[in-house]
């Protein structure tokens, strides 16, 4: 499998950003309104589907007072086997809908994401990765026979092992993380504050609203501007929200009419962020070839000078020609600093600095300037 490690390419068409994303919400059981949408037309999901949590009866604080903990109709299962039969159900919906590049991610908790993740492995998904959701916050294990469950697991899954270029934006990640790699382990707190929905008695509207940051790291991982997202449980349109101001467009689906309206509304009062801000990142594999020569020729470096090293230990002669003299030896930027080092191989650009008044300018620093030019010819 071959993954495109970036956001669009810079040689492809340039995004053009649709003045709002559109999103819409389906009222109605998932499978079957997905069952309506066209095949192969989703660029990604994202599923926060019910966990089974399997309680029984109350759960209460050591004072006796009961824990407002996810009760509701929809996460109560006859047995594993129709949970079983329910997930199969929806995952095999959300295959069909997917482009054959397109990615799925789901989240769950020990309740629920191995029985999940068997399932996705039997129904021909390839799984990429598994992240944990590690909660700067979570609820404290209020009878004390347990460990703190302090995590969540997603799992992110590409449509089959055959299908190449599914999106993962690698280096914009990268960049965003001091240049260190993005690990499978994302600390992120719980939905709190302000950004929790509240009903009109105060409480919180939906018992798992996920925080948005969760949502945004994903979107921002594996998607585009424009792509489009869909969220089969949409709950009250965390996801849609987010897809909006990123610049994506959203489908959900949502079985209650009061979470659908919620979502609704919540997503309409997203705003999009400026195009800037989601332009695509350029990896230097993709962004145009500048010789060192064209920094001559558009004045950046003037032939006859002599180009340092940080620490101003080497000098290099600049010819008119855009090679590099070093003693008797000439050559490229990058053989010549090979050469002043002693090593087999350098990257010239960012070795070989100019000196100006007001002190070292990288030459790359001069390259981008050039590649900056090329985008506005």
């Known amino acids: 499998m071959v993954v495109s ?36 037309s989703v660029d990604l999901v994202f599923a926060d589907p019910p966990y089974n949590l399997q309680l029984q009866g109350d759960l209460k604080r050591p004072d006796d ?27 095999t919906a959300c295959r069909r809908v997917m482009k054959p590049s397109a990615t799925l991610w789901v989240i769950g908790s020990y309740h629920n994401i191995f029985r999940v993740g068997a399932l996705l492995q039997d129904l021909g998904f390839w799984i990429l990765n598994d992240i944990v959701w590690r909660k700067s916050n ?23 092992s055959a299908k190449r270029n599914y999106t993962f934006n690698y280096e914009a ?3 965003g993380n001091d240049d260190v790699q993005m690990r499978s382990d994302w600390f992120i707190p719980l939905c709190t504050g302000e950004e929790r929905l509240k009903g009109g008695d105060g409480k919180k509207l939906h018992p798992t609203q996920k925080p948005e940051a969760l ?24 996801t849609g929200a987010v897809a909006r101001r990123l610049h994506r467009r959203f489908i959900g689906v949502e079985r209650l009419a009061d979470y659908a309206a919620a979502a609704e509304r919540r997503i309409a009062a997203a705003e999009p962020l400026p195009e800037p801000a989601l332009a695509a990142f350029m990896t230097a594999r993709e962004a145009p070839r500048v010789p060192f020569s064209a920094l001559l020729e558009r004045g950046l470096v003037t032939p006859g000078v002599k180009l340092v090293d940080a620490k101003k230990r080497h000098r290099a002669l600049v010819r008119a020609d855009g090679a590099l003299a070093l003693g008797e030896a000439v050559g490229s930027i990058h053989r010549i600093g090979a050469l002043a080092q002693g090593l087999e191989a350098c990257n010239g650009w960012t070795f070989w600095h100019v000196e100006t008044p007001k002190g070292l300018t990288l030459i790359d620093t001069l390259r981008a300037q050039v590649r900056a030019q090329m985008g506005a010819d």
């Open 215 to 238: 949502l945004a790291r994903v979107l921002l991982a594996a998607s585009r501007p424009n792509d489009l997202v869909l969220d089969p449980f949409c709950g009250t349109g965390t």
């Open 173 to 175: 990640l990268k960049a």
């Open 65 to 91: 007072s009961r824990v407002d903990a996810v009760d509701d109709d929809w996460d109560k299962f006859s047995s594993f086997s129709a949970y079983d039969d329910f997930s199969r159900a929806w995952l």
């Open 138 to 160: 979570p609820m404290p294990n209020f009878r004390g026979r347990r460990f703190t469950n302090a995590h969540e697991t997603l799992i992110w899954a590409a449509r089959d």
């Open 5 to 40: 490690r970036r956001g669009a390419s810079v040689r492809a068409p340039r995004v053009s950003f649709q003045s709002a994303a559109s999103a819409r919400v389906l009222i109605g059981d998932c499978v079957t309104e997905m069952a309506k949408l066209p095949a192969a």
